[in-house]
């Protein structure tokens, strides 16, 4: 039982972290630099790069769920390498990292963003308090992402490293279990 826990919190951080990593990665790197070049106005292309965030949120919460759990898996299954609790600090920190800019700040975001836009279609100057509290909120939504993408690839790197720790282990009288691939054995 032991290997199927140890194969499914692999597998499960493995591709919910690709999925999730490079999704942030590509968000940041392509569409949010070539909407702000390609789009005339810049509130346009800040609100077309809002609701891609806010699509992109769709995939993030099952991802996040799934690298919770898959470091979850690992702890039960028992993977007992040092290496585990570096695994499931990072998975822990990257999802706070993710409800507080999810859950916090992109529902505060879009009330300010709204805010502004209808001053916008009035033709009335933005409020400076309101322009000053979406540019802080924003740098920190920002500062959150850009941490999980730096979390999300220290992760994937020590998922890796804890997988081939894995594979290599010697098999234990008793002990051994069978993956697909080769024998599974926890550490003794």
Not at 33 to 44: G, M, V
Not at 78 to 102: E, G, H, K, Q, R
Request: net charge neutral; charged share 10%; proline share 5%.
């Amino acid at each position: 039982m032991s290997s199927v826990l140890a194969f499914a919190g692999f597998s499960f951080q493995i591709l919910s972290l690709a999925i999730w990593v490079g999704g942030l990665i590509f968000f940041a790197f392509v569409t949010a630099p070539l909407a702000f070049k390609e789009i005339p106005s810049r509130s346009t292309a800040g609100n077309f790069t809002a609701a891609c965030l806010r699509r992109f949120q769709n995939v993030e919460v099952p991802c996040a769920l799934l690298a919770l759990c898959g470091a979850g898996f690992l702890y039960v299954a028992p993977v007992t390498s040092p290496v585990l609790w570096s695994d499931i600090a990072l998975s822990v920190i990257m999802f706070i990292n993710f409800m507080i800019y999810s859950g916090y700040l992109m529902p505060r975001l879009e009330a300010l963003r709204l805010q502004m836009s209808e001053t916008d279609l009035y033709a009335r100057e933005v409020d400076p308090v309101v322009a000053q509290t979406f540019q802080q909120l924003h740098s920190w939504y920002a500062r959150l992402m850009t941490a999980n993408i730096v979390l999300g690839v220290v992760l994937l790197i020590v998922v890796s490293v804890l997988c081939m720790l894995c594979g290599r282990a010697e098999p234990g009288v008793g002990t051994e279990t069978m993956m697909w691939g080769g024998a599974f054995n926890p550490w003794q």
